[in-house]
């Protein structure tokens, strides 16, 4: 069902704008919280999980959330979903020690990932092609400015009231939410009919993909997650690419398979998976390692690093409002995803040559993220409506899951690697202060000396080190310059649906 050109649904978009910002805060208003979060929670379980399974559970069932709307209908499951986050959210401001918390996230996770699907899906139902660029404009604008700032927000609570109405102040708004979409949405069908007394769900597909993803999430946070001696990375990184092969050979064999590999065959729709892979790559490299040299290196507060990232708060705003603009004006969808790139390109090279030549200068370093923002804008709704324009209706729910999978996916594993390579290159820039300390201990130097040497020393491997993972984090988006070669050439209204 589609609502006419003339009665745009706005109340219905209000509240599907309302919970994917909820869904996105909740991956990074933490941040801020979790010093308080150690003094008052007993549990030796490490604080890292209170993160990483939130970030693990959303991202492995995004692909069961596209599979079951494409047989149930997407209003049903997203529905489920708010209950779920909502059930998680009152459970982790409950939690009395770590472990509940943790398992409270997990819950919580089941629910935001698929919010983070459902609220593109649900374009479907509410707008004609025509409309949902622009409007899927504003839904990833929504996304990226909430989780850039979750930290704010997190800091806000925390000093005036307490960690846990972090989690609690979702609950008013998604309780909306819920009501306000139960009456609005339209039901529309479901893409498929299942089988009569059954629905045709891949669970062993399902099963592997599950396993494979938390194998390789859990391998990326490694380091941070304390894990039993017998979870070696190696094995994390063995098994997830034997479940990998598994689930691919299971993919090419189900009658009804959770994540149909002919959607990847059309060249246009692997083209968008992969530029949405690339751009979780690049949006987290940029959130996480240049608040990280602006605090360890450069010794800003976290909230004033937190507003060193507005150019690209503001970048992400205006070009995804103009990006819907621009779609409906008719722009071709293979120009405007060049034109991202190149930003995208442009910044992380802007990047590069600021910790080069002016390390020590927050503000240009600020200034250098306006045109990633500006990239990542004009390409949140690119990757949708593509993958949604050439995919068939029966796959709509899965074609729009799996983007987005990826694009969490390479965030997780981009900046994992990224941060091995900076810690691998910050290490061995800091190994002449071992004969600096050797030095002080001698006498040949002061102990007032000391302390401000290795500062300046910080300051300067940070800088050093962030040049090549900025570099290579360039390297990603000029291969996601490249793979726009395979975009469709057309309007996105003369796209094949």
């Not at 309302?18 to 979060?37: E, F, G, H, K």
């Not at 007993?42 to 970030?55: C, D, I, K, Q």
């Not at 139902?125 to 400015?145: K, M, N, T």
């Not at 290490?427 to 001698?442: N, T």
Request: glycine residues 8%; positive net charge; contains cysteine.
């Amino acid at each position: 069902m589609e609502i006419p050109n003339d009665r745009p649904p706005l109340l219905p978009f209000g509240m599907l704008v309302l919970v994917l910002v909820l869904a996105a805060l909740d991956q990074t208003i933490l941040s801020t919280a979790l010093p308080v979060m150690a003094r008052e929670l007993p549990g030796r379980w490490p604080l890292a999980w209170v993160f990483s399974t939130y970030l693990l559970a959303a991202t492995v069932v995004i692909a069961l959330y596209g599979r079951l709307a494409d047989l149930l209908g997407s209003k049903p499951m997203l529905l489920a979903a708010i209950g779920l986050f909502l059930a998680g959210s009152l459970a982790c401001g409950a939690s009395r020690d770590l472990p509940q918390l943790v398992l409270a996230r997990a819950l919580q996770g089941a629910g935001g990932g698929g919010l983070m699907t459902l609220t593109m899906l649900t374009m479907v139902d509410l707008f004609p092609p025509e409309q949902r660029g622009r409007y899927q404009a504003l839904l990833g604008a929504a996304y990226g400015v909430s989780t850039m700032f979750g930290p704010l927000v997190g800091g806000a609570l925390v000093e005036h009231l307490s960690w846990r109405w972090a989690f609690w102040m979702n609950v008013p708004p998604a309780l909306l939410a819920w009501g306000v979409l139960a009456q609005t949405l339209p039901s529309g069908p479901a893409s498929e009919d299942p089988p009569p007394g059954r629905v045709a769900i891949d669970w062993l597909g399902a099963a592997l993909l599950a396993g494979a993803l938390s194998s390789l999430l859990l391998a990326t946070q490694h380091g941070n997650l304390n894990l039993p001696e017998r979870l070696s990375l190696w094995l994390l990184l063995v098994l997830g690419a034997k479940l990998t092969l598994a689930f691919l050979w299971r993919q090419r064999r189900a009658a009804h398979p959770l994540l149909p590999l002919s959607l990847f065959a059309r060249p246009a729709y692997a083209a968008a998976s992969f530029i949405g892979l690339a751009m979780g790559v690049a949006l987290y490299a940029a959130v996480v390692f240049l608040p990280q040299y602006l605090q360890a290196g450069l010794h800003l507060s976290p909230t004033a690093s937190a507003w060193h990232l507005l150019p690209l708060m503001a970048g992400v705003t205006a070009a995804a409002v103009a990006s819907g603009r621009l779609l409906r004006a008719r722009m071709r969808v293979a120009v405007l995803a060049r034109a991202a790139c190149a930003l995208m390109l442009l910044s992380f090279g802007l990047l590069v040559a600021v910790l080069h030549w002016l390390p020590g200068t927050p503000m240009a370093l600020s200034a250098g993220l306006l045109p990633l923002g500006l990239g990542l804008g004009l390409l949140f709704p690119v990757v949708t409506v593509v993958a949604q324009r050439v995919s068939p209706a029966q796959h709509m729910g899965i074609a729009t899951a799996a983007p987005v999978m990826l694009r969490s996916l390479g965030g997780a594993c981009g900046v994992a690697l990224l941060a091995a390579l900076l810690a691998r290159l910050v290490k061995d820039e800091l190994a002449p202060l071992h004969a600096l300390a050797g030095a002080a201990g001698a006498g040949r130097m002061t102990a007032s000396t000391v302390p401000a040497a290795v500062a300046q020393a910080i300051a300067s491997a940070l800088a050093h080190g962030l040049q090549p993972v900025f570099a290579c984090t360039a390297a990603a988006a000029l291969l996601a310059l490249l793979a726009c070669r395979w975009l469709p050439q057309q309007q996105a209204r003369a796209l094949p649906s």
